[in-house]
């Protein structure tokens, strides 16, 4: 057995520590551990050197579950066991457990020692810096170990144990403010996600107003005529009741029920076909099936439902759309989106009440539906083009305008496979290009 003296000792002492620092100064996390362990193995000539940290068994005990382990000449599977009647429990009470050899014979019931062929061990804990045990690190060899390997085992150990410690606490402070972060994103997302459904109520509630105003007038004209016609009738009875009644005066009555009759079925016709249109709207805004579209026609009942908004915006709406065109799509997905694409038209296009024209076009290309909705408005400001489809960005701040509706078509857009440009310039109106597939397939279902 090769003896030093205690400069050879610190010689060799002092080797070891810059070799192991420089091979770890720039290792994190797991491999931080494995170079450790593997180099720690190599400068102390022992066969094994395991990190663990200190966790709770299922049974209640404590237990390590290992960082790194090298064994002999590599790297070891990671396992957990239990401190129970190993030496490991010596050192998780942040005491330095040191046996040169019999280390079997001191912990018989320890069998992972057995299975090792351990003589000798060797452990630090690591305590962070509020006292508590966190973790070992241990030398584990099948032979004894002399003083001067002892000796330069309690140095390295001591050093590295500190430094294993600090890594440690680094990942804990990484796992802590990591859970931190994806609790806060969830908050965010489900505070979105409510937004964006009150953004789609509050859209519903405005259009229901706005039908219920636009069917009171065709409703209150029926009920005027109605009244008119009760009078006629009243007149055409009490005429032929009378002695005498002359032939004009039942052509006259009789003309004057007819034009009431024809109003009440003009205006009832009206409203009927209003509340259709807000009902299909509504009821297709509520499911996601994916079913076939007359095209033209689907526009055109949207674009009538939301006629009440148009026209205090005094905007007409021109459907540019071939007839035969017939895409596969989700009604209400889709409706969505032609519902803020009318209602941004609505509040930013012309303002001042100047009004204007918006045309809607719509064609078939390579499979694909392409659509663009053209408005000759005010346009858009370089910076407003650049962050108009940003949640909760809006120029109607304070002004009822919540940032959401132009977000929605982005998001709606991409869940539908498809994409949405927007083109502008001031002064020169707006464009808002689609390109989507003909044959949407809703897969499973989309997030908010």
Known sequence: ??????????????????????????????????????????ALEVTYVIAGRVIRMADGHEGIRTLSVWGGDGFLPNLDYSLEHTPCQDVTCQTMCFHASGIQQDYPLDTLLVDMGAESYIGMPMVDTEGKTMGILSA???????????????????????????????????????EKVERRTEALRAAQASLVEQEKLA???????????????????????????SSYTAQL???????????????NLSARLNDAAALIEQNLHRAAA??????????????????????????????????????KARIKVQVAIDPLLRPRLPPGKFSQ???????????????????????????????????????????LAPGVRERIFEPFFTTKRGQGGSGLGMHIVYTIMQQLGGTVEVHSKPGEGCRFHLHLPMEVRMTCPPPA
């Not at 010689?11 to 290792?27: G, V």
């Not at 009875?237 to 052509?251: G, H, N, T, W």
């Not at 076009?361 to 539906?369: E, I, K, N, R, T």
């Open 274 to 311: 209003l509340i259709g249109n807000f009902k299909q709207l509504a009821v297709d805004q509520g499911t996601e099936h994916v079913s076939t579209l007359a095209l033209a026609d689907y526009v055109q009942g949207v674009v009538s439902a939301h006629s009440p908004e148009l026209r």
């Open 237 to 251: 009875v009490a005429a032929l009741e009378a002695p005498k009644v002359s032939r004009s005066d039942l052509v």
């Open 337 to 379: 989106v032609l519902s803020n694409l009318l209602m941004n038209a609505a509040r930013h296009a012309y303002p001042a009440g100047q009004g204007g024209l918006v045309i809607v076009s719509g064609a078939q290309a390579d499979g694909w539906l392409v659509m663009d909705f053209t408005d000759h408005g005010v346009g």
């Open 203 to 229: 859209a519903l509630g405005a259009l229901v107003a706005g039908v219920a105003h636009e069917v009171n007038t065709p409703v209150g004209v029926a009920l005027t005529a109605a009244s008119a016609m």
């Open 1 to 42: 057995m090769q003896l030093f003296d205690a400069d050879d000792a610190r010689l060799l002492a002092e080797a070891a520590l810059r070799s192991i620092t420089d091979s770890t100064a720039r290792a994190r996390g797991d491999e931080f551990f494995r170079v450790l362990v593997r180099d720690l193995a190599l």
């Open 140 to 178: 584990i060899d099948t032979k004894p170990i002399d003083e001067n390997k002892r000796l330069l085992a309690l140095s390295l150990l001591s050093i590295f144990t500190a430094r294993a410690s600090a890594e440690l606490q680094h990942q804990d402070r990484e796992h802590l403010l990591e």
